[in-house]
């Protein structure tokens, strides 16, 4: 197959560009800052139609990550940013697919388990989950965080592409073992001690290990019966106090010091990020997967966490010889 990344060249991009390129695909990324890679790398800039488009035409596959990292101070500007990139990157790719004589069969789109509603007592499925923005004295970022996400989804649903099956990958954190990514900054706050409770624990996290990231993205693509929102999480999503006490096992160190809520507030001012991130308690669960038949090799925490600390600690030996 071809298969087009917009956005591709982020950590969970160079996850899906490398699995895909290794099983023979031809992998084509679109990148606003283009680099060497093994695949094809095109230039773009994620707003204007130019001659990236002719990597649509023929394609068998899209699959937009596109979109300003959120790991960010929710400035005025960077609003602007994070809005804006995702929703005139959608709206590109989308008039690309309406202009193409041979579009893709499927466009696989980004979106974010953010969408779902903060709480503890129930999980969120794309059927019964409570889209969020509606909990009560929500601060001003979460809101932000789940009208973006509404806005991107409609981005995608508001694209005339009658040939081609559209599915949103409402994602949670993929979590990878390379440098940068979500479980190296997590793993990076065990290994100095810092990896317990976040605020009251309480707070769920949904995760999905990224070999089921990559698994799931093929059974969306080889699934026609698949179309609109898929929730790509574990399972088994757990409360924070849990996740970090997973991890602590994992990595073998047994004690991780808490931070209070007032404690996130000043570190994440100070690293230039929100609290949010740690704090909303994402608790998603993939039905729509699971009733199609998927089957998740990691289904639960501990045994995803010892894998990826294995892969990580190997990943540090081999750049270590090098």
Known sequence: MRIVIPGGSGKVGSVLARAFFGTGHDVVVLSRNPRPAPWRVRAWDGRTQADWTEEIDGADVVINLAGRSVDCRYTQANRESIRASRLESTRVVGD???????????????????????????????????????????????????????????????????????????????????????????????????????????????????????????????????????????????PYSEFMRALRSARGVQLGLPAAKWMLEIGTFVLRTESELVLKSRRVIPTRLLDSGFQFQYPTWPEAARDLCSRWELGKQQKLAS
Request: cysteine-free; charged content about 20%.
């Open 96 to 238: 690309a697919i309406a202009q193409a004589s041979r579009p893709p069969r499927v466009w696989l789109q980004a979106s974010t388990a953010t969408i779902y509603a903060h709480r503890y007592d129930a999980p969120n499925d794309e059927k019964t989950g409570l889209l969020g923005g509606s909990e009560p004295d929500s601060p001003d970022t979460w809101r932000f965080s789940i009208d973006v996400a509404m806005a991107w989804e409609r981005a995608l649903n508001e694209a005339n592409t009658p040939r081609t099956r559209k599915v949103l990958m409402r994602s949670a954190m993929t979590m990878s073992p390379e440098h940068g990514g979500i479980f190296d900054v997590l793993l990076r706050l065990v290994r100095f001690g810092l990896g317990g409770n976040a605020g009251d624990g309480r707070q769920f996290v949904s995760w999905i290990h990224d070999q089921d990231f990559v698994a799931a993205v093929r059974w969306l693509i080889d699934h026609e019966n698949l179309s609109g929102p898929v929730n790509l999480a574990s399972p088994n999503p757990l």
